[in-house]
């Protein structure tokens, strides 16, 4: 590291990364208002805060630092009546001009009241943003923010749900929480999600942002929680509900209306614990949704089916005696016991089945959300705050191929913490110093059976019962997932307005990281590529034997271990591999380091608005790497026995029980993996062209760390994933280099009146270094396995309009259009596509708007509407063609309308608010998926020889492969009723 870049980093060394911003600023200036000049040591302070400013010898005055809100301001000097100014709305990163006239006092010393005007055209703005306050929020018909996010212009949404902002990857996005990355670095995607009645402004930045500002490539998410106030407030939400839908022939088992399937309960209260001191905020949330997807529990995961034929096959060619086991554990016959009418006859099977073929839901979910928030004033010009939230989620994925053994699939449960410490100390009226420190802790697992000595699981051939296009009939996915990631922060910036037009910000970061990953899956094995669901038993002198089966494989498991002798009269070893539970382990543990520091100026002058700045990002690894992912040594030859690795036939000793490596006798050369180092500039500019109209341009430089999933996967280097089948794993790079992006954006704005604006973006973004996964061949040509490199790239291009208008102060309407091109190279191990091609969340055209009604404390409504041109699909590769045409057709169209209506009552001394929520109004069938091979969400073709020679065990060939209809939609229309109470 060369002494130029110690230098730059001494000089943060007391600092840390920006902490993205949480505050606003509110300046202007106060006159006289008979002469026109500026008032020299006037007053001005917001109301029921500590802040405040007095004015210079020109009468200007600016208070910095002042958390999202509406505040009164108050003006006031000697030989002056005083001015209060109600309702000024300060935002993130935003400067609100407010000046103020005040009059000499008279006979008649009265305050002046005035009612500030909300301007739909905030001039000085060099990014694209909005904002979005509690009481929207609250109004909205959403039931979560990131369905208000997915409405924001330049932002679509794909099939799985990501967040994709101006056609960047999912990952590009930075969440905060109180000026805090939430981002989980592992996936990319957010960690915590504050609940809706927490937030006091949400800040959704989709243009170029600021230095301060770093993680993203894409945009920012700001999300900054309620503070306590100096008087005592609560809440009780209640909203209960249902999914109500015709479509019958999409979902089953939804024409029951059942309200408590999808209800939730929400609770806030907030006050003084030192009247003018501590204050504080807490807001709870229990939310439980069944669901619309159902499967049934036709089948458990202990039973067993059977193909006569094949077990006859098996073990004599001629036809085996066929033997189960009965309750006692002793071998009987199925044919005296009437299980199998005929072992001698052809086609036929043995299913057993003792399931109660009931409905089961299987993408149910329950989500817990606690907030609590202090905060302390410690002088007129200090403070300090915490905010700490535990979340957890606990839900079942859709997996089609278990709708007859819907009980199989594995639970899914992810918990986290978070702790954010904050201390604001004015050091001077324009200069503000800020800490932060915070720590993080998300957990996640994912398993069937959590402890990997669990009897309950199913040996190996039992995994998965099924036969070719029939649904599972027994078997679990025998996995074990966990993932914790803690990360830790202190970050700190200094932010001082040096004169009436400069205000400077610097300040850096230190961020360390440890994930504990753990994923354990075990490996199907069977002779010729099948899965039998039995085993031989044969007594010493293999002059009888038995193919045993059962419907409870969980018995099959207690008479392996019971001590009988079993010998493979077929094929030597075979017995062997059945009692064994090959295990895949990819197990580690990694402490990434990150380094950040960033110095912007806010340039403010009367004709223009400049924001320049310069952001540098470190990342260490802390991790090493192959010098060569080509290295022939890297493949491996797995043993259990110690004796094949000391005799050098085999390099790497695997723990038959656990799947641990015990020895790596590899031999590969290692390096450390290097340390990333870029400087980002960033410049934004925005200069009034009229009275209410603006224009602006920005131009940044973004990077980011690729996910810790990419960079670390497979962290001992093995490329045979499966030593059974020979199949291929991926290999991560430690050694990625940033993702990168530089982005330009013009942007327009004009107010026509006081309650129209007009707005027009255009934008270009090119990105490159992006993750992508391509084939290596090692060096001696033995085997070609995958990589993790930085070899894609992309680019967008887009242009956005949109309209604000007010109609009087009861009706507000918004509309915005987005056209958007998205292309970048894609990379598949199977086939060969072009270098460019529409990315899958290439959405051309959307359109949003937003329509509210408010009658004063009487009634109101909200109107959502979306419509979005279909995305791309990659149709099916032509016979005898390697080239595939990626994502040369579009899916169909989407239009969908989310409705609110409240009432407001008074119940004694309380204040109350009914509601109800319609999401999907009109129950459309939303397409998000279709067949590659119709682009129909609901039909696909089937060859006539596949069904000729379908074996329908379970189920017809045009039910499996029409198995994943329900998913190809987006959910039926859902409806919730519910009442909160304030007090």
């Known amino acids: 590291m060369n002494k130029h870049l110690l230098s730059f980093l001494f000089l943060f060394s007391v600092l840390s990364l920006s902490f993205a911003g949480t505050t606003g600023k509110i300046s202007g200036k106060v006159i006289d208002k008979s002469t026109g000049e500026g008032i020299i040591g006037g007053i001005v302070l917001l109301e029921g805060t500590t802040f405040g400013a007095s004015t210079d010898v020109e009468g200007n005055y600016f208070i910095l630092s002042v958390p999202p809100g509406s505040y009164n301001l108050k003006a006031s000097s000697i030989g ?36 500030a005007e909300q301007e739909l055209v905030q001039k000085g703005v060099t990014a694209t943003t909005s904002y979005l306050d ?41 969440y905060l929480i109180d000026g805090v990355s939430v981002t989980d670095v592992f996936d990319g995607g957010q960690a915590v999600e504050l609940e809706a009645g927490s937030i006091q402004e949400l800040q959704v930045i989709t243009g170029a942002f600021n230095a301060e500002y770093g993680r993203a490539q894409s945009g920012v998410i700001n999300s900054v929680a309620k503070v306590g106030g100096s008087d005592y407030n609560g809440g009780l939400q209640i909203f209960t509900g249902d999914y109500l839908t015709a479509n019958d022939d999409v979902w089953q088992n939804v024409d029951d209306v059942t309200p408590l399937d999808n209800y939730s309960i929400q609770a806030n209260i907030e006050g003084p614990i030192v009247p003018g001191k501590v204050t504080f905020y807490a807001n ?47 071998l009987v016959s199925p044919d005296s016991a009437g299980l199998i009418p005929d072992t001698t006859e052809s086609g036929l099977y043995y299913i057993g089945q003792s399931g109660e073929n009931k409905f089961v839901s299987m993408n149910k979910g329950e989500d817990v959300f606690v907030l609590g928030k202090l905060q302390w004033v410690i002088t007129g010009k200090s403070n300090l705050s915490f905010t700490g939230i535990y979340d957890s989620q606990n839900f079942n994925d859709w997996g089609s191929d278990y709708l007859l053994n819907a009980d199989a699939r594995p639970t899914k449960k992810g918990h986290g913490f978070t702790n954010i410490l904050t201390y604001n100390n004015a050091l001077s009226n324009s200069t503000i110093l800020n800490i932060k420190f915070s720590a993080i802790n998300k957990v996640f697992d994912e398993y069937n059976y959590k402890d990997l000595d669990d009897d309950r699981h199913l040996f190996n051939y039992m995994v998965k019962q099924r ?97 009988r002798e079993f010998i493979d009269p077929i094929a030597p070893g075979y017995v062997d591999q059945l009692l064994r539970k090959d295990i895949w382990r990819d197990k580690y543990n990694v ?114 760390t690729p ?22 794993e991926t290999i991560g790079n430690p050694d990625l280099e940033f993702e990168k992006t530089v982005s330009y954006e013009i942007g327009f704005k004009q107010g026509i009146g006081d309650n129209l604006a007009v707005g027009l973006n255009l934008f270009y ?42 109609f009087g102060d009861n009706i507000f309407a918004s509309i915005d259009y987005t056209y958007l091109v998205t292309t970048g190279r894609f990379t598949n191990a199977d086939y060969t596509y072009p270098q460019t091609s529409s990315l899958d969340w290439d959405q051309t055209h959307t359109l949003n708007f937003f329509v509210s009604y408010e009658q004063s404390r009487a009634w109101g409504s909200s109107l959502i509407g979306s419509y979005g041109s279909g995305y791309p699909y990659e149709p099916p590769r032509r016979e005898g063609n390697s080239i595939v045409l990626k994502n040369t057709e579009r899916k169909p169209s989407t239009l969908n309308l989310d409705f609110e209506v409240h009432k407001y009552l008074r119940i004694g001394n309380l204040n109350a608010t009914v509601f109800a929520k319609v999401f999907n109004l009109l129950d459309t069938k939303i397409i998000k998926n279709v067949f590659s091979d119709t682009g129909e969400p609901n039909s696909t073709e089937i060859d006539t020889i596949d069904r000729e020679n379908h074996d329908e065990v379970v189920n017809s060939i045009d039910e499996y492969r029409l198995r994943e209809v329900p998913t190809h939609y987006e959910p039926p229309r859902r409806v919730q009723f519910g009442v909160k109470i304030n007090f």
Do not use: C
């Open 134 to 174: 509690a009481e929207s929020i609250e109004s909205s018909p959403v039931d979560g923010i990131s369905e208000l996010i997915e409405i924001e212009a330049g932002i679509t949404k794909d099939s799985g749900g990501g967040i994709h902002i101006r056609g960047g990857r999912t990952g590009e996005v930075a």
């Open 467 to 563: 036969f070719k296009d029939n649904f599972f009939t027994g078997g679990v996915p025998n996995k074990i997932f966990a993932r914790d990631t803690k990360t830790f922060n202190f970050k700190s910036d200094l932010e001082s307005q040096i004169n009436k037009n400069h205000l400077i910000k610097f300040g850096g970061e230190f961020t360390t990281h440890e994930i504990d990953y753990d994923n354990i899956e075990t490996v199907p094995n069977s002779p010729n590529g099948n899965l039998y669901n039995g085993f031989v038993w044969a007594n010493e002198d293999v002059s009888e034997f038995y193919w045993v089966f059962d419907t409870d494989a969980r018995q099959v498991n207690d008479f392996l271990e019971s001590g």
């Open 765 to 806: 973004r090119d990105v490159k270094n992006l993750k992508a996964t391509d084939d290596v061949a090692n060096s001696d040509d033995t085997q070609t396995y995958q990589v993790n490199t930085n070899s894609d790239y992309g680019n967008t291009k887009g242009v956005l309009v949109n309209f604000e208008n007010r």
């Open 591 to 704: 402490k990434p380091r990150e380094y950040s520091a960033f110095i912007q100026d806010k340039i403010e002058y009367n004709f223009m608005t400049i924001n320049v700045g310069l952001r540098m990002d470190i990342f260490d690894p802390n991790k090493k790497v192959p010098k060569n992912f080509n290295d022939a040594n890297l493949v491996t030859q797995v043993s259990f026995d110690s004796a094949d690795v000391a005799d050098g036939k085999a390099n790497l000793l695997l723990d038959q029980k656990t799947g641990l490596i015990l020895q790596d006798n590899r031999d590969v050369e290692y390096k450390d993996a290097s340390k990333k180092i870029n400087f980002s500039p960033r410049l934004g500019v925005s200069f009034p062209v009229s009275k209410n109209g603006y224009m602006s341009f920005s131009y940044g430089h973004f990077v980011q």
């Open 80 to 115: 002056y009546s005083d001015v209060k100014i109600e309702g000024i709305k300060v935002s993130i990163d935003v400067t609100t001009k407010q000046d103020i006239a005040i009059s000499e006092e008279s006979l008649q010393v009265e305050e002046v009241i005035i009612v």
């Open 707 to 728: 996910r810790f999933s990419d960079l670390y996967l497979n962290s001992s280097y093995r490329p045979d994933r499966d030593f059974i089948d020979g199949a291929s």
């Open 284 to 330: 709870a949330r229990y939310k439980k949704d069944e669901g619309f997807l159902y499967g049934k529990n036709t089948y458990n995961p202990w039973d067993v089916t059977v193909n006569v034929d094949e077990l006859k096959d098996a073990a004599t060619g001629n036809g085996a005696l066929l033997r189960t086991i009965d309750e006692n554990g002793n």
